[in-house]
Nanobody, 125 residues
Framework: QVHLEESGGGLVQAGGSLRLSCEAS????????MGWFRQAPGKEREFVAA????????YYSDSVEGRFTISRDNAKKTVFLQMNRLEPEDTAAYYC??????????????????WGKGTLVTVSS
């Protein structure tokens, strides 16, 4: 069992930055691939970024590549999403996820995925 809690959302102007955090409970944090997803009003949830257990392998959606950076601190059981050059199209609820494999998060196989409750990011133009 993994409990995930996101923080760091808020209102920011276009071009600005935010850093999201997701703190996990449980002793097996290192075993999980961690990811970020988002869901805008009226749209389906979409993959944003994922990072493997060591932090040495990351994967991003095309829409955020080069602007967002995912990282993790296993000692603090926390995963981060640094979001730069934010655009109004980035407005969404952002969710943290934990899964045993990177493939599952990237391909949408969520049978074993744990989810946080989300944090809202609003980017004004």
């Amino acid at each position: 069992q993994v409990h995930l809690e996101e923080s760091g959302g808020g209102l920011v102007q276009a071009g600005g930055s935010l850093r999201l955090s997701c703190e996990a409970s449980g002793s097996t944090f290192r075993r999980y691939v961690m990811g970020w997803f988002r869901q805008a009003p009226g749209k389906e949830r979409e993959f944003v970024a994922a990072i493997n257990w060591s932090g040495g392998n990351t994967y991003y959606s095309d829409s955020v590549e080069g602007r967002f950076t995912i990282s993790r601190d296993n000692a603090k059981k926390t995963v981060f999403l640094q979001m730069n050059r934010l655009e109004p199209e980035d407005t969404a609820a952002y969710y943290c996820a934990a899964d045993p494999t990177m493939t599952a998060l990237v391909t949408g196989d969520y049978d074993l995925t744990y989810w946080g409750k989300g944090t809202l990011v609003t980017v004004s133009s």
